[in-house]
């Protein structure tokens, strides 16, 4: 059976499923198949609970003619999702970037949907999968979609892009995450801008931040859309504040780094007419979630969550940041970085001789390159360990900045901080 065949099937319902657990009756089920498991053996599971087709690659589970044979699942999913996009003939919007990818689509999605109906990318679901799934979450009465496109080698960009086919485009910028897969700054720098390549082919649009040299250099060759001048940073402590033509935008999100993420969503706005109060309310009804940078308020201490991910840039702004804060006490609990490559030890120790140069009252590193680097403060070689000496010298009184990549799983030490 071919794509058109398939899309016959999935446009009664525009439901795609590749989880058994969580199947919904007349969705068409993707057995895909990884290191440890292989979707195959669920298709009649699948079927059962409601699935009107299972599509299968392995002929030796084929039950009846509910399930459909194709050569390979993962590549009919991605077929399927690019002709599902041409169909749908509406804006496409693409970002990526080393930080604030997800916060910037959710932004760009809350403003968005204050005048339209939008789909966008569910959480940090933003690879060769992701990218599919979300394009066939959007239905006929979809009016505009964002798409987050993440990466952590050359060429991914530009494979999701043709899979996308984007209108508009934005990278938040080019930091140090994912050395060891881009092999350096350079990689990174290279492998971002394949969404630019792929806009200047199509005759696409960008929008850029001015300030950033890079953006700049890289679509000196494309139309550009930029951040209107007239938003003025108003400050951070700790929440970000803008000033514009029509007043103040309070924002709900800590740190200056967080200022050029709203400032991608109200130029988006406004390139989608949208009104400065419309824009101004979605702004300021946005509350970050998923442990990104997340203000929590305890018994007795005051904590900045950011535990979702971590590098080496991500690190560097948001410790600049809240050394800044006008808080009398502050400690810093970090957690590893990873996905550096051959680069991780020097990294690791460039924090660290940062955060030791800051006036905390106390910096406590956790995980195994941490616990390698030279420092006067405290260093940790697992969780257990950091949540030993934290019960055994209970936090009070502070304001907390957790910080560490996504595997540390830092947000644990909330059940022990008070």
Same mark, same amino acid.
């Given at each position: 059976?071919?794509?058109?065949?398939?899309?016959?099937?999935?446009?009664?319902?525009?439901?795609?499923?590749?989880?058994?657990?969580?199947?919904?009756?007349?969705?068409?089920?993707?057995?895909?198949?990884?290191?440890?498991?292989?979707?195959?053996?669920?298709?009649?599971?699948?079927?059962?609970?409601?699935?009107?087709?299972?599509?299968?690659?392995?002929?030796?589970?084929?039950?009846?003619?509910?399930?459909?044979?194709?050569?390979?699942?993962?590549?009919?999913?991605?077929?399927?999702?690019?002709?599902?996009?041409?169909?749908?003939?509406?804006?496409?919007?693409?970002?990526?970037?080393?930080?604030?990818?997800?916060?910037?689509?959710?932004?760009?999605?809350?403003?968005?949907?204050?005048?339209?109906?939008?789909?966008?990318?569910?959480?940090?679901?933003?690879?060769?999968?992701?990218?599919?799934?979300?394009?066939?979450?959007?239905?006929?009465?979809?009016?505009?979609?964002?798409?987050?496109?993440?990466?952590?080698?050359?060429?991914?960009?530009?494979?999701?892009?043709?899979?996308?086919?984007?209108?508009?485009?934005?990278?938040?910028?080019?930091?140090?995450?994912?050395?060891?897969?881009?092999?350096?700054?350079?990689?990174?720098?290279?492998?971002?801008?394949?969404?630019?390549?792929?806009?200047?082919?199509?005759?696409?649009?960008?929008?850029?931040?001015?300030?950033?040299?890079?953006?700049?250099?890289?679509?000196?060759?494309?139309?550009?859309?930029?951040?209107?001048?007239?938003?003025?940073?108003?400050?951070?402590?700790?929440?970000?504040?803008?000033?514009?033509?029509?007043?103040?935008?309070?924002?709900?999100?800590?740190?200056?780094?967080?200022?050029?993420?709203?400032?991608?969503?109200?130029?988006?706005?406004?390139?989608?007419?949208?009104?400065?109060? =419309?824009?101004? $309310? +979605?702004?300021?009804?946005?509350? /970050?979630?998923?442990?990104? @940078?997340?203000? #929590?308020?305890?018994?007795?201490?005051?904590?900045?969550?950011?535990?979702?991910?971590?590098?080496?840039?991500?690190?560097?702004?948001?410790?600049?940041?809240?050394?800044?804060?006008?808080?009398?006490?502050?400690?810093?609990?970090?957690?590893?970085?990873?996905?550096?490559?051959?680069?991780?030890?020097?990294?690791?120790?460039?924090?660290?001789?940062?955060?030791?140069?800051?006036?905390?009252?106390?910096?406590?590193?956790?995980?195994?390159?941490?616990?390698?680097?030279?420092?006067?403060?405290?260093?940790?070689?697992?969780? =257990?360990?950091? $949540? +030993?000496?934290?019960?055994?010298? /209970?936090?009070?009184?502070? @304001?907390?900045? #957790?910080?560490?990549?996504?595997?540390?799983?830092?947000?644990?030490?909330?059940?022990?901080?008070?």
């Amino acid at each position: 059976m071919g794509i058109k065949e398939i899309y016959t099937l999935y446009s009664k319902y525009y439901l795609v499923d590749t989880d058994t657990r969580n199947i919904r009756e007349h969705a068409l089920f993707f057995a895909l198949k990884g290191e440890k498991f292989n979707g195959n053996k669920f298709a009649h599971t699948a079927l059962e609970q409601g699935a009107a087709f299972a599509i299968i690659d392995e002929i030796e589970f084929k039950i009846n003619d509910k399930t459909i044979v194709v050569d390979n699942v993962l590549e009919t999913l991605q077929q399927l999702a690019n002709y599902h996009r041409l169909q749908l003939r509406i804006p496409i919007i693409a970002l990526t970037g080393s930080n604030g990818k997800t916060t910037t689509k959710e932004l760009i999605n809350t403003v968005l949907s204050e005048k339209y109906t939008t789909t966008a990318t569910l959480g940090n679901l933003n690879n060769h999968i992701g990218v599919p799934l979300t394009l066939l979450s959007m239905t006929p009465n979809t009016e505009i979609g964002i798409v987050e496109m993440g990466a952590n080698h050359q060429k991914e960009i530009e494979f999701l892009c043709g899979i996308a086919a984007p209108d508009f485009g934005y990278i938040t910028n080019f930091g140090k995450a994912h050395l060891e897969g881009f092999g350096g700054i350079e990689g990174v720098v290279k492998g971002k801008s394949e969404l630019y390549a792929f806009l200047q082919e199509h005759h696409k649009v960008a929008f850029i931040n001015p300030k950033d040299p890079i953006q700049v250099e890289k679509t000196r060759e494309l139309k550009t859309i930029c951040f209107p001048e007239y938003l003025k940073f108003l400050g951070a402590d700790p929440f970000v504040k803008i000033a514009s033509e029509d007043g103040e935008i309070e924002s709900n999100l800590i740190g200056a780094y967080n200022y050029t993420n709203i400032l991608a969503a109200i130029t988006i706005g406004i390139h989608f007419k949208l009104k400065a109060t =419309e824009i101004k $309310k +979605a702004i300021e009804n946005y509350t /970050p979630t998923n442990n990104r @940078s997340q203000i #929590i308020e305890k018994e007795s201490n005051h904590i900045i969550l950011d535990a979702y991910n971590a590098n080496p840039s991500s690190m560097e702004v948001a410790l600049e940041n809240f050394s800044k804060l006008k808080k009398a006490s502050k400690v810093v609990i970090l957690g590893d970085m990873f996905e550096l490559g051959a680069q991780s030890t020097i990294e690791h120790q460039a924090i660290v001789n940062l955060a030791d140069a800051m006036p905390f009252s106390q910096t406590l590193y956790v995980g195994e390159h941490f616990y390698k680097t030279s420092t006067q403060n405290k260093q940790f070689r697992n969780f =257990e360990a950091l $949540k +030993a000496y934290i019960t055994a010298n /209970p936090l009070k009184q502070e @304001s907390i900045l #957790i910080k560490g990549s996504r595997g540390m799983q830092l947000e644990r030490i909330l059940a022990i901080i008070d």
